[in-house]
């Protein structure tokens, strides 16, 4: 089967290089990751000078290509062709914060749109998650006091969060979590200490399923965005729509949390 067409001409554009030297490039590669075809050692190529394989393939096509790669693999040193450095990618800065200056860490412009887009959904992640976990922990050390955890959490996340502390603890050299349990829990997590208390939380939450179902919904979101990879559109107003959801509910009844 020939090479993508469009997919071709972009990547000779992006290498800077003849059809003679791309096809040395293709086997270059095949010899490297091999054993493929031709065609998909041009499009392992592609992918690894940073194309987005999805603009020219079909998605079996795509998944095929990334699997014949290990996920460290990356190309050899920058080549010369003809005596001529060979032309620089092109970039697009990345604002990692909207007070902070635009940044050109040589990211493709598809990857810098979908980290300037991350970069304005991971705050509300993290407000959102840390936000539940400093409810959860200030209504059950009311009700239960300061050793609230060994009362209240399910036995099933106490044992996660304990293995999760243990593996921390082989690594000194890197920050920990915090200080107490509570962070060292995931949506999951939260959702089942919510509803083994639930009668600590009903004055708070509209009902049980209100707050587990987001719970639910948004853990596959945020553990992509955990990842560094970008989420789709649909998961991103999810997100938004949550963030906001749970803003207003702690708004009105702000004086029912301890």
């Not at 290990?70 to 990618?89: Q, V």
């Not at 200490?193 to 939380?201: E, G, R």
């Not at 707050?211 to 948004?218: G, Q, V």
Request: proline share 6%.
């Amino acid at each position: 089967m020939a090479t993508n067409r469009e997919l071709r001409n972009d990547l000779l554009t992006r290498l800077g290089v003849t059809q003679q030297r791309l096809s040395q490039r293709a086997a270059q590669v095949k010899r490297v990751y091999g054993p493929m075809s031709t065609e998909e050692g041009t499009y392992v190529l592609a992918h690894l000078e940073g194309l987005d394989l999805s603009r020219y393939l079909d998605r079996e096509t795509v998944d095929r290509v990334r699997s014949m790669l290990p996920k460290d693999a990356k190309l050899a040193p920058a080549e010369r062709s003809h005596g001529r450095a060979r032309k620089p990618h092109p970039t697009k800065p990345v604002r990692v914060a909207p007070r902070l200056e635009a940044v050109d860490v040589m990211l493709p412009s598809t990857v810098a749109d979908d980290a300037n887009r991350m970069a304005l959904i991971y705050p509300k992640l993290y407000v959102f998650e840390n936000s539940l976990r400093n409810v959860i922990r200030r209504v059950l050390a009311d009700a239960h006091g300061t050793g609230w955890w060994s009362k209240c959490a399910p036995t099933e996340v106490k044992s996660r969060v304990a293995d999760r502390k243990a593996k921390e603890g082989k690594k000194p050299w890197h920050g920990k979590r915090g200080s107490h349990e509570i962070y060292y829990s995931d949506f999951g997590d939260l959702k089942n200490i919510i509803s083994k208390n639930w009668s600590a939380f009903q004055g708070i939450f509209p009902k049980l399923e209100w707050i587990t179902l987001k719970l639910e919904e948004l853990e596959p979101p945020r553990n992509v965005v955990a990842h560094n990879n970008p989420l789709s559109k649909q998961d991103e107003k999810r997100i938004e729509l949550y963030y906001e959801d749970w803003s207003a509910l702690l708004n009105d009844r702000r004086d029912r949390v301890p």
